[in-house]
């Protein structure tokens, strides 16, 4: 389900935000309004989380509810934890290229020293 979720200020230029948050998913071939669940929340499928509004932050909460952290924190570690992973994925494609091109020396040595036997054996006359 195409989905977007617009973190609005009803006090626009104002010191003392006041935010709410805008729903809006694909419904046929356009966008509706969805209302806010009956705490204010709103939830984002993608995603499996809720939005909501604490004060001026929009917080993320599981699905019991449960807030585990705000919508600007979550997001960063979300992209803290897909740059580990792929370091993680960069390192491992590193160390198997290492791992290949050690096989390969190695069968290559082994060659030439299979060549090099049969070259001694020639030379002995065997």
Known sequence: ????????DLNRGNRERRLRLLDYR????????HLPDATGRVHLVIAN???GIEGNHVVCYDERGVPF???ATVVRQAAEAEERVQREAERAQHEAAAREAEAR???????????LEEELRRLRGG
């Open 49 to 51: 989380l809720w939005l």
């Open 1 to 8: 389900m195409a989905q977007y979720v617009i973190v609005d």
């Open 105 to 115: 020396a190695r069968a290559a040595a082994e060659e030439r020293l299979r060549a």
């Open 26 to 33: 694909l419904e046929r071939s356009a966008y509706r309004l």
């Open 69 to 71: 952290g705000n919508y």
